[in-house]
């Protein structure tokens, strides 16, 4: 049976690590007889400047088909113009809403041939194993928004079973890895961070006791993570804490472009992309790093 691939490489440096990762996949796909298919589509600016929209339908009806779906990367300076349902990234967030993909898990290793990359000092990096788990279809990215006269509004909503789920997944990787899961909110200030700690305390206290649970203040995380990165196993967030702290936490190994990422739902189709963007600035240079790209292949 063919395993179906459909590969939506995007814009900037996004075609650039996507053939790179083929490359490496149809070595292994001959070399192990796995048999493949690829099917390509159009997503971000390209779809924008091809059918003026940056979802088109063809592309999510080929999603929904594929066995799984391998993205570069979208947007660019020259679509920042658009409003914001019509930007290229409103495209990617309409994918992963529509595959239902709300776990992103993005693993963050220095690893040890590569630690001299790090900007940061080799007794505080060397080792560092962490786990992100990032909410991927809640929160302010998905929630009601808008402008009334000179204001903007952005809402940021999340269900109890919108938590439950992804800290549950959370809670099982953690499980199989060192059994540390730390959740980090702002549940100081916001309502949705106090029902994301209550539903992960619950859940822990029931189901995981096994874990050890740490709680942050995501003020607080940015500086831990840059302070002490080897005391953190499995990290669990929201969409938007999990979005900034992983770019942060990239620095950790050298480059963003070491960083891959697996969106996972319930059932259908993962996603899997590198965490970096579109790269505007080296993009057509030929020096876009496709490690990222090909460890979220493997
Ligand atoms: N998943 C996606 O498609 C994402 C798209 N974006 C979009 O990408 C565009 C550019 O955003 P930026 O803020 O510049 O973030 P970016 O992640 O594209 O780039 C940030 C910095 O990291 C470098 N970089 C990124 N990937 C690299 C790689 N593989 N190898 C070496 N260096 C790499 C870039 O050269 C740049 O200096 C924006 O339109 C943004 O909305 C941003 C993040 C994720
Ligand atoms: C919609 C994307 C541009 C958001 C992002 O930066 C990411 O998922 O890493
Ligand atoms: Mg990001």
Not at 89 to 116: C, D, K, M, S, Y
Request: aromatic share 4%; net charge negative; with cysteine.
């Amino acid at each position: 049976m063919s395993h179906r691939i459909l590969l939506l490489p995007g814009d900037g440096i996004g075609p650039e690590v996507v053939e790179a990762g083929c490359h490496v996949l149809d070595h292994l796909a001959t070399a192990t007889n796995f048999d493949i298919s690829y099917e390509t589509g159009l997503i971000g600016g390209a779809a924008i400047d091809a059918t003026g929209v940056p979802m088109p339908a063809q592309t999510l009806e080929a999603a929904r088909r594929a066995d799984a779906v391998l993205l570069g990367a979208v947007g660019g300076p020259q679509w920042h113009g658009l409003p914001g349902d019509k930007r290229p990234e409103a495209g990617l967030l309409a994918l992963r809403a529509a595959l239902g993909v709300f776990a992103n898990l993005r693993p963050i290793r220095v690893r040890p041939q590569a630690v001299e990359q790090s900007p940061i000092k080799r007794e505080i990096a060397e080792g560092s194993d962490i786990l992100f788990v990032r909410e991927l279809t809640g929160g302010l990215y998905f929630g009601d928004k808008g402008t009334e006269g000179d204001a903007a509004y952005d809402v940021c909503r999340y269900s109890r079973t919108e938590i439950e789920r992804v800290v549950r997944l959370a809670a099982d990787a953690a499980s199989s890895r060192r059994g540390r899961l730390t959740l980090v909110d702002k549940a100081n200030v916001m309502e949705t961070s106090r029902l994301w700690r209550a539903v992960t305390e619950e859940i822990i206290a029931q189901h995981y006791k096994n874990l050890d649970l740490e709680i942050l203040l995501v003020d607080a995380a940015t500086m831990h993570l840059l302070t002490r990165p080897r005391d953190f196993d499995v990290i669990v967030t929201e969409n938007l804490f999990g979005d900034i702290l992983t770019d942060e936490a990239s620095v950790l190994t050298g480059s963003i472009g070491l960083i891959p990422s697996a969106s996972l739902g319930a059932t259908g189709a993962g996603l899997y992309e590198p965490v970096h963007g579109s790269a505007p600035d080296i993009a057509g240079q030929g020096k876009a790093n496709p490690i990222g790209m090909i460890e979220s292949i493997a």
